[in-house]
Structure formats: C-alpha cells, structure tokens
C-alpha cells in the first residue's frame, strides 16, 4: 500500500476508532485524541486529573479499541522494581526461570506514578525508554507497541515522590483533564447507573499499530516547520541571551532538544489523522500545549503571579 493510501485509511480507521471509544468515554475528545496521537508516534503520556474522573476506563478502552494487552499497576509507597519487572525463581530442578512482571504489555497504566520511590519510579523509566527491562544482568526486550500512560493526582501531594525533570521529559505528551460539562456528566450518570453492557470491538491489533508508527516517521516535513518548531522550543531557554525579557522573568528552565523532537513527531500525527501529507505550522500548534506544559519550568514570580504554563505557551506563540 502507497503511503498516500495509507494516511487515506488511518483517516477513516481513526474516526471509527473515537466513535468505539465514545461508546464507553462520554466527552473527553481532546484528552483521547492526544493519547492517540502519543501511540501512534510511539510516545508516552502522563494523565494529570482528579480522581474519579475515569483514567483508568479511559485506558482499557482504548486498549480494547486498539486490540493491545492492557495491564494497571497501581503505585504505592511499598512498591518494589521487581514487583512491576518480574524476578528470577529457583524451579524443581534448580535452575533460574523468570517470572514477568506487569510491565509485560502492550498498554501500561502506571497509577498514581508519584506516589512510589524514585528507584521504583527508574525501573519503570528503563522500560520506558529502552523498551526492555534487566534483570540479574539478563536483558529482557518488550513487546512492541509498547506504551506507558502514568497518572498523577494534583491534590494530594503529601507522602508523594514528584517526578524529576528528566524523568517527566521522557512522556511526549502531559494531558489535563478536565471536569466533564454538565451535559456531558448527566450523560455519564445516565449510563453508569444503568444496567447496560457496552462492548467494544478492536479495530487494529500490534501490527497495525506498528505499520501506523512507520508511516508516520516517514511523513515528509518541509524545513520551515522543523525551524519553527525548534525556534519556538529554544524561545522557552531563559538563559539564552535571544530569550525575551517575559521568559527571562519567569521561567526557570526551558525545554531540551527532545521536546522538538516531539513536536514534528506531533504534527506529522496531527497532520495524517487530519488526511494531510505533510503538517504544518498550524499541527505544530495542536499539540504544543501537551508537548511543552511539564517541559518548562516555572520560578518564583510565576508562581507568585499565578501564572500558569499554559499562560507563558500562549505568549510565546
């Protein structure tokens, strides 16, 4: 299949898709569409929301949809590596057999990631980036698609371990959810209390996923949009003499070189759900929120000020 067809097909096969998943997922279509974007370019993504605001049945419908293993590990204080890597055990006849651990899926829900220990949190990071896991010196490679969807509760933030910087730039994509409109909770009251049973059918299954995340690298991008994407990324470093007086004023830090990355990786998914060829600048804006919003850092006067990440966006566009 051409490519031109290919991006023809994931346009009809991406729209089928939402509409499987709004059979489960009332509203939230900005939410879904990102973490859709983040799988098909092969990215992670960290889910910032409330409880209650169904992450967790967010995330196995869109495994069901996509016809991926689905597995939730939910991150406590007492969590260990090798509760979520598997370990080595001694069988009948004495010799070393390894047992997987939960990481072993396609789709991973690492809940409430800021609620385990930074050498728990690392175990997971190694996954994430190398998409294999060692264990007793044995490397130990991932099924591919492989995805990690953390989530992170913004209330409680007693007796949590916040992630580092590093660690936060390894997810493409940072998504706020946000409270359902009235409309859309009534709908969602409606169909939660009552006695019915959606079933959601798959309509891609692991190769399908990984012939969609070659075809997007193979999207052509013209050098205006790589310039403008990485001149906006350099635009958030405050210690740059070309920075503007507003981001020397309130950031801290800006975002690194992976964060360009992930913008033209961003807009070339953009652009093929949308049945273009080649993104524009106009895809680099879809998704620059998600990409930069745990990117930057904010100082003091910022926080002082009440301004936000998305405040400091806004004005760099």
Same mark, same amino acid.
Request: glycine share 6%.
């Given at each position: 299949?051409?490519?031109?067809?290919?991006?023809?097909?994931? *346009?009809?096969?991406?729209?089928?898709?939402?509409?499987?998943?709004?059979?489960?997922?009332?509203?939230?279509?900005?939410?879904?569409?990102?973490?859709?974007?983040?799988?098909?370019?092969?990215?992670?993504?960290?889910?910032? !929301?409330?409880?209650?605001?169904?992450?967790?049945?967010?995330?196995?419908?869109?495994?069901?949809?996509? =016809?991926?293993?689905? $597995?939730?590990?939910?991150?406590?204080?007492?969590?260990?590596?090798?509760?979520?890597?598997?370990?080595?055990?001694?069988?009948?006849?004495? #010799?070393? $057999? &390894?047992? $997987? !651990?939960?990481?072993?899926?396609?789709?991973?829900?690492?809940?409430?990631?800021?609620?385990?220990?930074?050498?728990?949190?690392?175990?997971?990071? @190694?996954?994430?980036?190398?998409?294999?896991?060692?264990?007793?010196?044995?490397?130990?490679?991932?099924?591919?698609?492989?995805?990690?969807?953390?989530?992170?509760?913004?209330?409680?933030?007693? !007796?949590?371990?916040?992630?580092?910087?590093?660690?936060?730039?390894? &997810?493409?994509?940072?998504?706020?959810?946000?409270?359902?409109?009235?409309?859309?909770?009534?709908?969602?009251? %409606?169909?939660?209390?009552?006695?019915?049973?959606?079933?959601?059918?798959?309509?891609?299954?692991?190769?399908?996923?990984? @012939?969609?995340?070659?075809?997007?690298?193979?999207?052509?991008?013209?050098?205006?949009?790589?310039?403008?994407? *990485?001149?906006?990324?350099?635009?958030?470093?405050?210690?740059?003499?070309?920075?503007?007086?507003?981001?020397?004023?309130?950031?801290?830090?800006?975002?690194?070189?992976?964060?360009?990355?992930?913008?033209?990786?961003?807009?070339?998914? #953009?652009?093929?759900?949308?049945?273009?060829?080649?993104?524009?600048? @106009?895809?680099?804006?879809?998704?620059? %929120? =998600?990409?930069?919003?745990?990117?930057?850092?904010?100082?003091?006067?910022? @926080?002082?000020?009440?301004?936000?990440?998305?405040?400091?966006?806004?004005?760099?566009?």
């Amino acid at each position: 299949m051409s490519d031109v067809a290919a991006i023809e097909r994931l *346009v009809v096969k991406h729209a089928e898709l939402k509409k499987e998943i709004a059979k489960v997922i009332v509203g939230q279509e900005e939410v879904i569409e990102q973490i859709l974007l983040s799988i098909y370019t092969g990215g992670h993504s960290l889910l910032i !929301g409330v409880p209650g605001l169904a992450k967790t049945l967010m995330v196995n419908t869109i495994a069901q949809a996509l =016809g991926l293993d689905f $597995k939730r590990i939910q991150f406590t204080p007492d969590l260990m590596p090798s509760d979520i890597l598997g370990s080595e055990i001694l069988d009948q006849n004495r #010799n070393f $057999k &390894f047992l $997987k !651990g939960p990481i072993f899926s396609n789709i991973i829900l690492a809940d409430e990631i800021n609620r385990t220990p930074p050498k728990t949190q690392a175990a997971l990071l @190694e996954a994430m980036q190398e998409r294999s896991v060692t264990i007793a010196g044995h490397q130990h490679k991932l099924e591919l698609p492989y995805f990690v969807l953390a989530t992170q509760n913004p209330i409680e933030q007693e !007796g949590t371990y916040p992630l580092p910087e590093a660690q936060l730039d390894r &997810f493409m994509f940072a998504i706020e959810l946000k409270y359902p409109s009235v409309a859309e909770e009534i709908q969602v009251v %409606k169909n939660t209390t009552a006695n019915i049973k959606q079933t959601i059918n798959p309509l891609f299954n692991a190769k399908d996923i990984i @012939e969609i995340q070659e075809l997007i690298r193979r999207i052509p991008v013209a050098d205006n949009v790589v310039e403008y994407a *990485v001149k906006l990324v350099n635009s958030t470093r405050p210690n740059l003499d070309s920075a503007s007086d507003f981001v020397k004023q309130y950031l801290d830090w800006g975002a690194g070189p992976r964060a360009s990355q992930n913008l033209i990786l961003g807009a070339k998914a #953009n652009a093929a759900i949308n049945g273009k060829f080649s993104p524009d600048i @106009e895809d680099v804006h879809v998704v620059v %929120k =998600g990409i930069l919003r745990h990117r930057i850092i904010k100082n003091y006067k910022a @926080e002082a000020e009440g301004i936000t990440e998305e405040d400091i966006i806004d004005k760099l566009l």
